[in-house]
């Protein structure tokens, strides 16, 4: 890669021409602490998936649309379940002998 800084070279006498500032005392206690509680992307994933759901059943509720992003999760599985459930009953109908081996 062509390292050609002449383009930039009012820039670099800017900077070489700025005082020097000291940092306080404090500048990198201050920085880690805000560091700490800042949440990154990966942070924030494992806190969804992680937090405490509360498990409520109202199945009349998420008919008319109430249900809340916990009760979706809870009726995905059950979704989940009912269709894994059914494909197995109609394929052991349309295929017995891959299920009752004789």
């Known amino acids: 890669m062509d390292n050609n800084f002449s383009k930039f070279d009012d820039l670099i006498q800017l900077m070489e ?3 020097d500032v000291a940092p306080p005392d404090d500048f990198t206690s201050k920085v880690m602490l805000s560091v700490d509680d ?5 942070a924030g994933k494992w806190d969804f998936l992680t937090r405490r759901r509360t498990f409520s059943l109202d199945p009349v509720r998420a008919l008319r649309g109430q249900a ?15 269709y894994l459930i059914f494909a197995v009953v109609l394929s052991s109908l ?4 891959a299920f009752f081996w004789r």
């Open 17 to 19: 021409k700025a005082p």
């Open 94 to 97: 349309l295929w017995p002998r």
């Open 38 to 42: 800042e949440k990154g992307f990966s």
């Open 68 to 82: 809340g992003s916990q009760d979706h999760f809870v009726y995905s599985f059950m979704i989940a379940a009912a």
